[in-house]
């Protein structure tokens, strides 16, 4: 023994307190404890919130394998397990914390009850309890508080499995809080619940059953996988790194316009478009962080913006990685090492491109004819101050009027000047914003008729005043903005002479 140490440990009260602020939601606490469930072999996890105003409780159970009672009593431990020891590959654990921190963090009475090999014990941490007696330590309490054995019965034909009891939720069920506010939280939790395990309720790794209140928990998929109208899906690019493989898939999800309403709902996830872009990041299936683009950018660190919504990326980190990953003991915050971040600027570059063309295409018009550029009726001017928006003179449809002005040349450029100047761009910018989607233009949304008639003015133009065929003027038409999004429309012309 060195001759000048001191021992300190902790104080019992004062360190249950503190931990309990570590700042998880209701909802990210309960995935901790669904963690526990599924490393532990569960199949089911049933979580039950019964209402009882301040004696409202949350129970999980779950037919795992169970705990023997010294098992049980080095769970219900503060740090019985070294963050540094190496851990089974499917393991979802890391501090040897969140089944009590994730606990008091929103109970003040957490009870495990536990079963295996016939065997049952239950073990208590309680804050009344303990704050009650000062010199009760680090007291952990044998068996539920009286009155609440009931709540343990489901447990009473299991041969297997675990039921965790939260009980005194002062941290939930605070003053003026109503049981509509019970129902609000439950759903919440059933989203977020919903997103973090959804690759282990649905597809090909599902492993387990998850039931709220009974009901069970449909699997929300950030990437709608195998949705017709998805743009682009990039290929599984894997990464070796020093602490074992890491593998990324990006995605760019279908413009609003491909959607139906209730797709578009379906699919913006629990914190809506904008703010689920950016990296999705699992480790064991098992889904950490929803969306952030991970303090990556090129000079800065990218924001989540309206018009990368689209953009979604998978990556998958081993749980060899948690150090390099900084993983917290939330499980809710992972940072990059280092060393992979070029890797995935490079990703979320090209990934952020597509969408936001995809999300603006209405601006950017597509060729119908591959090949051929499009004529654009609208050209973007880089210049020292900004960029201006100009009307594009050769246009067919411009260049139709001003070639054939004659004495109201000036008059008509002065009109498009106006229009150059005075485009509503503030506007458009917030319409943008505030409605979640690009305004219509390209005669979207518009019944054919309304497209014909303009069509057919161009049309018959190419033919008698530029001398056009009738073939040269269709092609000419098919690469010209808006109309290239109507080839049916463009193939039924005929010539003048016939009309
Ligand atoms: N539902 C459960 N079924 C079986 N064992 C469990 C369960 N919950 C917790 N445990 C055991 O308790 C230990 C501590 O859990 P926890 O405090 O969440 O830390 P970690 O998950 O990081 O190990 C786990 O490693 C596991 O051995
Ligand atoms: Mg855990």
Sequence with gaps: MTAKARKAPPRAMAMLESLRGLGYSTAAALADIVDNSISAGASEVRIDFQWDGPDSRVLILDDGR???????????????????????????????????????????RLTVASVRDGERSCLRWDLDELAADPQ?????????????????????????GTLVLWEKLDRIVTAGYTVDDFLTMTAVVETHLAM???RLLQGPRARIKLLINNRSVEAWDPFMSGHPSKPWTSPLAPMRTESGPVVAQCHVLPHQDKLTKD??????????WTAQQGFYVYRNDRLLMAGSWLGLGNSKA?????????????????NTADAD???????????????????LTRLAEDTRERARRVFAYRG???????????????????????????????????AAVLDSAGDLAPLIKAMLRVIEESVPVQRIW?????????????????????????????????????????????RALLSTEPFQNYPALIAGLNGPEAA
């Design 364 to 398: 950017t018009p597509m060729p119908a004819q591959r090949n051929t550029p499009i004529e654009q009726a609208w050209r973007v001017d880089h210049v020292k101050d900004g960029i201006r928006y100009r009307i594009e003179p050769t246009h067919p449809a411009v």
């Design 136 to 160: 009760s330590d680090w007291l952990l309490f044998e068996g539920p508080a009286d009155g609440s054995e009931r709540h343990l019965n489901s447990l009473d034909d299991k041969a297997s």
């Design 196 to 198: 973090i395990f959804h």
């Design 430 to 474: 917030l319409d943008t914003a505030e409605n979640k989607g690009t305004p219509r233009t390209g005669f979207s949304g518009e019944p054919p008729d309304a497209v014909a008639p303009v069509l057919r003015t161009l049309f018959v133009d190419m033919i008698s005043r530029r001398g056009m065929s009738v073939d040269a003027a269709k």
């Design 302 to 318: 990218w924001n989540r913006e309206e018009a990368h919504r689209l953009a979604r990326i998978q990556l998958d980190i081993p």
């Design 263 to 272: 797709e578009f709902k379906q699919n913006e996830g629990p914190a809506g």
């Design 66 to 108: 169970g705990m023997s009672d010294p098992e049980l009593e080095g769970a219900m431990r503060l740090g019985d397990k070294n963050p540094l020891a190496t851990r089974e590959a499917h393991d979802l654990g890391r501090f040897g914390m969140g089944l009590k921190t994730a606990s008091l963090s929103q109970c003040r």
């Design 325 to 343: 990953w900084k993983i917290d003991i939330r499980k809710s915050i992972a940072r990059p090492p280092v060393a992979l971040r070029p890797w």
